[in-house]
């Protein structure tokens, strides 16, 4: 099945700053890339999605690159705020068999104000 | 908020005990799924259903069974409890298509 790994498992860094998490999938069927956002007491909260068709997806200070070849796809978020601040998942999905999500590990992001 | 809710949001039982958890996915969202949630093992797949139908099976222990009924809201059993079943529930739907899928806030079940 699917396996998803993803780096780093913890992230600081200052407001204002550049983050980037990165994940890996073992299967080349995959293709559907989420990644959600989950807050302390809550679900995850999906923030951005792509489509193996697509190299590139940006929504205003988050973006997720994907490529297919190396099978690794990564969340970039610019200009970090504190609120920001929250346990970030990729995830991986193939549009066949099992519709289910696999999720990597979850990235813990700090913005230190 | 995501449209999808999940009752209770808490719960506490002993072990052996059976307990279910209730979800109802967004309005005209036919695909529920449901996850657990732990320290260990991270965010892991037990089931989905679509429109009343069993259509995928993860990591499901067979103390687990969960149903959709014809108002397409879910209930997740657990019975037979131990410790390590503590973890978070989450419940998610999407309609069939496109994959999007949309999480709720989940039920915290603690086995003591």
């Known amino acids: 099945g699917e396996n998803v790994e993803q780096h780093p498992s913890t992230l600081s860094v200052q407001e204002g700053d550049s983050a980037v998490i990165k994940c890996t999938y073992s299967d080349s069927a995959s293709n559907y890339f989420p990644w959600y956002k989950q807050e302390l007491g809550k679900g995850p909260q999906l923030i951005i999605d792509i489509r193996s068709n697509v190299g590139e997806k940006k929504d205003q200070r988050i973006a997720v690159t994907l490529n297919k070849t190396a099978k690794h796809f990564s969340l970039h978020i610019t200009e970090t705020q504190p609120e920001d601040s929250a346990v970030y998942f990729c995830a991986a999905k193939m549009d066949t068999g099992r519709r289910a999500l696999t999720f990597g590990s979850g990235t813990r992001l700090q913005v230190q104000p | 908020d995501s449209g999808v809710t999940q009752t209770p949001k808490h719960l506490i039982t002993a072990t052996g005990q059976r307990v279910t958890l209730r979800c109802s996915p967004r309005?005209?969202?036919?695909?529920v799924y449901w996850y657990q949630q732990s320290l260990d093992q991270g965010l892991q797949f037990l089931i989905q259903?679509?429109?009343?139908?069993?259509?995928a099976k993860g990591n499901i222990l067979e103390r687990f069974s969960a149903q959709q009924f014809p108002d397409l809201h879910s209930e997740l059993n657990l019975s037979s409890l131990e410790l390590g079943d503590s973890a978070l529930y989450f419940c998610a739907s999407s309609p069939d298509a496109p994959d999007t899928q949309y999480f709720g806030p989940g039920t915290r079940l603690t086995v003591l």
């Open positions: 259903y679509y429109n009343g139908e069993e259509r």
């Open positions: 309005s005209g969202d036919l695909s």
